[in-house]
């Protein structure tokens, strides 16, 4: 059993009072009162429909929410006092909350999920997101019954999404961990996913919770563990992804939860990623992704302004992660017009791998690596959109593959700046 | 030992169901008789009980096990004479104990006499007497109760040249209560075995007496008003005499048979029975306290029958189909053991013999509002038999001892009304009264004692209950009182151990005394009562202020 000194003697009472369970429902929250009560009433009702029979819970981990997020997920509680809409569940189903922090952290609330699915032998797990409102209560079965039934250890999702929605996936998270990891993972950062209590009670111990480079990103720490571990995944596909209109000013927050725990990821796991070759398909029900297609607006002027100010301004930050040759590219790049505009595959693939080996040996403040990326990945991001302006989901998944493979093949260069950065 | 003269006996009642039959054989002729059920009343008074219920002992062809009655005012030959069945009755009022009958006021065998002449011809003057038809689609929309072997309410009689309405197997007629004959003749019977001394009647199927277009002919309001009827006959003529209703119903409608405490006096609650072996099995008081909360008040003097097990199948007719498909589950993955919509099993095999569920479910038996029924041998935890078909599993000879036919008689065991059961866990060998006597840990002295201290105190009879709702959803928690006194009983469905804190700030300065071997616990304070529970593990706490 997991040490855990951070759980409170209330939420530890509560846990008591739980007692073990088969499925724990993770929701970590912070002031998400806006879309929380939909979120729990659909999980009350996956679970009511899809397990009334087992022992379930929901866990929430709140980060000191102000707007009555836990008593919205509390109050969906089913007892003998509490009824909720379902007058024939068959089971108690406890919905308790805990205070992990004053103020949000994921580590600590999905360590706070962790530590009670532990304490609660739950045989299968889930975590939602708090803010997917597209959720339907079918998700909750497709992400646990292959752990309960099939043996999994983690279930990651796949979603039908706009072609340019998770530009950030579809080109750096998705190729990269597939082909340093070599595992065919459509969502390597995923905010809905299905695991084991084994996996979750391994994950537990590591001295992950206090790296503040590892802090945020644990979701992607956590399925690349799995990974390494090589415990049995697969990967299951749930619906529509929201929508979430991104601000320009998001992308480096994004950078920081997703880019930068895979960097850091790769350092301890180098001895697991150095001696893979190649990539797996994933046992996938359902469809790997769907594409919609539908007309968005795009501000490809404003892309290719900040990227092409981003390379001329950090040209000497630039100096320091990145080889000459990549550096010269990037600025002929930068000098294209707009109808000529490119940020080719091999390009890409070579500035986001010294970027990774830059980050390895700290060139500079790591934190300023990733910072320094941001127009770096709008070029890159810039260059899709423009090519698959008028693309089928054919042209789009062809283009993603396209891409996968040349992070394959380039690997050993990867390996080549990583070991020559030593 | 005199009887008990409050006419409220019922409600400190503990009641021992079992058929003549079954229970010991005096003759040797492989079949229980009155006197042999009068030699074994020391064994009965021993155990604590203070009321026998009786099933059918009628004439009868014996295809529904006596249910089917062909003579109401006389016994089967098989079980004796009617001067038998009167020193039974004597001997058992003398031992402090009550003699509850049953009463088939729905239908006949169709061998009884009446039928007989009710189908010989349409002039006959009993024609009137059962409920005829020349087309079987009267009273369409009404459930079959046997599905298993019933395809229809209605039975074609070739003599007749008509049809016949009957609830239950098609060789069991309905009496006809439109005929006011009718009426007067049942009262007739049931004042016949009154002034014999019987002290009640259990009713069988009451709410199907009355049929009418339209409705799913059960629990109209012509039914109420023939049993108030006979209640206030009852009241009039035979004072401190019991009515008890078998309504297999959900609460809302088994509270109408109460009336204003002028129709019965009790009633079997079957929907709470069920969801007892649910809660247990889900490990969740929440189908136990959900159906105690959905059971309205009764008259003050009326009172609840619980019950473990019965004759019957374990009945899921009041579930829902999620709760009854995951009973099935449970308790029945076997599809033999399944019949009409239940269980054919005994307590015993239910809970997989083990000692600390059937203590667990019985102390609940005992603690729940209402008058607790034992079903004969499930005292020692006998086994049933899936194989000996229709219900007849559960209704094999007592087992006395290891011995010869499990000293239930003397006869040659092929010459037993039903075999015994033999198995090696559940065979007389194995268990039977005489080595649980001698066995001052076995199940038998442990009911001995439950029944003892639940008979120690009027509250578990009497009392109110007020349900506790701890957070840890496996623990039942509930106070009993009565005046000034209070019982707390916590119960413990997990069979993992628990701990559990208990909001009792009303009782702040109690002092918990254990009701079994007496010892103090802490006393009640402001703080949450915290308790721990070892597996299936209850407490009763007697509560005082000293």
């Not at chain 1, 002929?332 to 890409?348: K, M």
């Not at chain 2, 309410?153 to 008509?162: H, V």
Request: hydrophobic residues 40%.
């Amino acid at each position: 059993m997991a040490e855990d000194t951070f759980l409170t003697d209330d939420f530890l009472r509560q846990l008591i009072n739980v007692g073990e369970v088969d499925i724990l429902v993770g929701l970590p929250t912070h002031n998400n009162a806006k879309t929380v009560g939909s979120i729990v009433k659909t999980i009350q009702s996956g679970i009511l429909r899809w397990f009334p029979r087992e022992r379930a819970v929901i866990i929430n981990a709140d980060g000191g929410s102000r707007d009555g997020t836990p008593e919205i997920v509390t109050s969906i509680s089913i007892d003998d006092v509490r009824r909720g809409p379902n007058p024939y569940a068959l089971r108690t189903l406890h919905s308790i909350s805990t205070k992990y922090a004053t103020t949000p952290a994921a580590p600590a609330a999905f360590r706070t999920i962790l530590a009670a699915a532990d304490l609660l032998q739950a045989k299968a797990c889930v975590v939602m997101s708090p803010e997917s409102c597209s959720v339907e209560d079918e998700w909750i079965s497709k992400l646990l019954r292959p752990i309960l039934n099939d043996g999994f250890d983690l279930v990651t999702p796949t979603y039908r999404r706009h072609k340019f929605e998770g530009v950030l996936i579809t080109n750096l998270l998705y190729p990269m961990t597939r082909a340093l990891y070599g595992l065919r993972l459509r969502e390597p950062y995923a905010q809905e996913f299905g695991f084991s209590g084994r996996l979750g009670g391994e994950f537990l111990p590591q001295n992950v919770w206090d790296d503040g480079g590892a802090g945020s990103g644990i979701e992607l720490r956590f399925i690349l563990s799995a990974i390494t571990a090589q415990h049995r995944i697969c990967q299951c596909f749930l619906g529509q992804k929201d929508h979430v209109e991104r601000r320009g000013s998001d992308l480096v927050p994004a950078l920081r939860q997703t880019v930068g725990p895979l960097f850091s990821a790769l350092e301890p796991d180098f001895p697991f990623w150095s001696a893979v070759t190649g990539s797996q398909p994933l046992l996938t029900i359902g469809p790997h992704q769907e594409v919609l297609l539908d007309l968005v607006r795009v501000n490809r002027k404003r892309l290719r302004e900040m990227f092409t100010a981003g390379v001329a301004e950090l040209a000497t930050v630039f100096q320091s992660i990145l080889s000459p040759d990549t550096l010269a590219e990037l600025q002929r790049v930068a000098l294209l017009g707009e109808n000529d505009f490119d940020y080719p595959a091999e390009l890409w693939v070579k500035t986001v791998y010294e970027f990774a080996a830059s980050y390895h040996k700290s060139v500079i403040s790591r934190d300023h690596i990733i910072q320094a990326l941001a127009p770096l990945f709008r070029g890159r991001a810039l260059a899709f959109l423009t090519e698959q302006r008028n693309g089928s989901a054919e042209d789009v998944e062809n283009c993603t593959e396209s891409l996968c493979l040349e992070f394959e093949r380039l690997k050993p260069y990867l390996l080549q700046m990583w070991k020559s950065r030593e | 030992m005199p009887l008990n003269q409050d006419v409220l006996w019922y409600k400190d009642a503990i009641i021992y169901q079992v058929h003549v039959r079954t229970f010991y054989d005096s003759n040797g002729d492989g079949i229980g008789d009155f006197q042999g059920l009068e030699q074994k009343l020391g064994y009965l008074q021993e155990l604590g009980i203070n009321a026998i219920w009786l099933m059918p002992f009628f004439p009868s062809p014996l295809r529904d096990d006596g249910y089917d009655i062909a003579d109401y005012n006389t016994v089967h030959s098989s079980y004796g004479t009617l001067e038998d069945f009167h020193k039974l009755l004597d001997s058992a009022h003398s031992r402090g104990i009550r003699v509850i009958i049953e009463m088939v006021l729905n239908h006949t065998s169709d061998q009884h006499p009446w039928f007989q002449e009710s189908r010989s011809s349409q002039e006959n003057p009993r024609r009137d007497w059962y409920v005829w038809s020349d087309t079987d689609n009267r009273y369409t929309g009404t459930r079959i109760i046997f599905l298993d072997t019933e395809k229809s309410n209605w039975a074609w009689d070739p003599i007749s040249k008509s049809y016949y309405w009957h609830r239950f197997f098609s060789h069991q007629p309905d009496l006809n209560y439109d005929n006011p004959a009718v009426r007067e003749q049942m009262w007739n019977v049931m004042k016949f075995w009154l002034e014999m001394g019987v002290d009640a009647f259990r009713l069988d199927a009451v709410p199907y007496l009355v049929e009418r277009e339209g409705t799913n002919c059960e629990n109209l309001p012509e039914t109420h008003a023939i049993l108030k009827d006979f209640r206030r006959r009852l009241d009039e003529q035979f004072p401190g005499r019991m009515l008890l209703a078998e309504a297999n119903q959900w609460p809302a409608d088994l509270r109408p048979y109460f009336g204003d405490g002028d129709e019965f006096h009790m009633a079997f609650h079957f929907p709470l029975m069920p969801r007892m072996f649910m809660g247990l099995k889900l490990e969740d008081r929440k189908p136990i306290t959900e159906i105690l909360q959905q059971t309205p008040e009764i008259p003050s003097s009326c009172q609840w029958s619980l019950f473990l097990r019965n004759h019957d199948e374990l009945t899921l007719e009041m579930v829902t189909d999620i709760e009854r498909d995951y009973m099935y589950d449970s308790y029945a993955e076997n599809k033999t053991m399944r019949l009409n919509l239940g269980i054919r099993r005994r307590l015993a095999p239910l809970l997989d013999n083990d000692r600390r569920r059937i203590e667990l479910m019985n102390g609940m038996l005992m603690s729940l509002p209402g008058t607790p029924i034992i079903y004969y041998g499930d005292e020692i935890g006998m086994g049933d038999n899936i194989n000996l078909g229709d219900r007849n599993g559960v209704r094999t000879p007592m087992q006395w001892s290891g011995g010869w036919n499990g000293g239930f008689s003397t006869a040659e065991p092929d010459r037993l009304y039903a075999p015994l059961i033999q198995n090696p866990v559940y065979g007389y060998p194995a268990v039977n009264v005489v080595s649980q006597l001698g066995s001052g840990h076995s199940l038998l002295h442990w009911m001995q004692s439950i029944i003892a201290v639940r008979r120690s105190t009027a509250v578990f009879g009497r009392g109110s209950i007020e349900f506790l709702h701890p957070a840890n959803h496996r623990i039942l928690a509930y106070v009993r009182r009565l005046g000034n006194e209070s019982v707390l009983v916590v119960n413990n469905l997990s069979g993992a151990a628990q701990a559990v804190e208990l909001d009792l700030r009303r009782y702040k300065g109690n002092i918990p005394i254990e009701m079994f071997g007496k010892n103090i616990f802490p006393r009640v304070g402001e703080v949450p009562y915290l308790l721990t529970l070892g597996p299936y593990q209850f407490f009763w706490f007697r509560l005082r202020r000293i």
